[in-house]
């Protein structure tokens, strides 16, 4: 579960990126965050991954109290979320199969658990038959299904997806997207921040806009208001 209560957040030059911000995200829920550039959106994503902190409030990630985290607890924290990013940040020179087991590797998982893991995800993807080549002979697609690969191998309760669809072709878009929803199916909580305005019209799910750090509309369904 996400939990934001009273959830304020102000950089260290005086800007005031969230405002006051409630919200829950129930486990398994599939949610859109939206808002033009500059709302608050990136800040939210950036707190939920502790990459900032809040400023006042109570934030709560699957168990974690992210308000009063300790250092040392930040890593077991992101060992529950899988976060796929817009520009991939895929090795170069590793391979499709190398890619995802680095993110294994780096939980300390043990070689025969890599070895039965790997391969499940790329064939969760549609990517088994790429495992030994390299980010330089995949389509954009391509990269962000092994993006989604690495960011499910070490099982982790939530995923968040920042653009997913933004550097790929329109004709992409959809393949993506069922993805995403397959991964809710399994179980997951799928945040997903965007601007695509057509995917969130298109599958009626839950959407959070953000305008100016604040909460403005929370709602089932693709219509939203400017």
Same mark, same amino acid.
């Given at each position: 579960m996400i939990k934001f209560e009273n959830v304020s957040m102000e950089y260290s030059n005086g800007t005031a990126a969230l405002n006051n911000v409630s919200l829950q995200i129930?486990?398994?829920e599939f949610v859109f965050v939206?808002?033009?550039?500059? %709302?608050?959106?990136?800040?939210?994503?950036?707190?939920l991954i502790c990459e900032e902190r809040v400023s006042s409030g109570r934030l709560e990630v699957?168990? *974690?109290r992210l308000?009063?985290? @300790?250092?040392?607890?930040i890593?077991?924290? $992101? @060992?529950? +979320?899988?976060? #796929? *990013?817009?520009? &991939?940040?895929?090795f170069e020179k590793m391979t #499709?199969?190398?890619?995802?087991? &680095? %993110? +294994?590797? #780096?939980?300390? %998982?043990?070689?025969?658990?890599i070895k039965k893991r790997v391969p499940f995800f790329l064939d969760i993807v549609g990517l088994g038959h790429k495992s030994d080549s390299f980010p330089s002979e995949l389509s954009g697609g391509e990269?962000? $299904?092994? %993006?989604?690969a690495r960011a499910l191998v070490n099982n982790p309760d939530t995923i968040i997806a920042d653009e997913p669809t933004g550097n790929v072709d329109v004709d992409l878009t959809e393949g993506i997207m069922e993805l995403l929803v397959k991964i809710n199916k399994l179980g997951k909580t799928v945040l997903v921040v965007t601007h695509d +305005?057509?995917?969130?019209?298109?599958?009626?799910?839950? #959407?959070? @806009?953000?305008?100016g750090g604040s909460i403005v509309s929370d709602r089932i369904g693709g219509e939203i208001a400017e």
């Open positions: 129930d486990d398994g939206v808002g033009h550039s500059g %709302a608050g959106k990136t800040t939210l994503t950036k707190l699957n168990g *974690f308000d009063k985290i @300790r250092s040392w607890k890593s077991k924290l $992101r @060992r529950t +979320m899988g976060v #796929v *990013f817009q520009d &991939f940040k895929l #499709v199969y190398e890619n995802v087991a &680095f %993110a +294994m590797r #780096v939980v300390g %998982a043990k070689p025969s658990l990269k962000q $299904r092994v %993006a989604f +305005m057509n995917i969130i019209e298109q599958y009626k799910k839950r #959407v959070i @806009r953000i305008e």
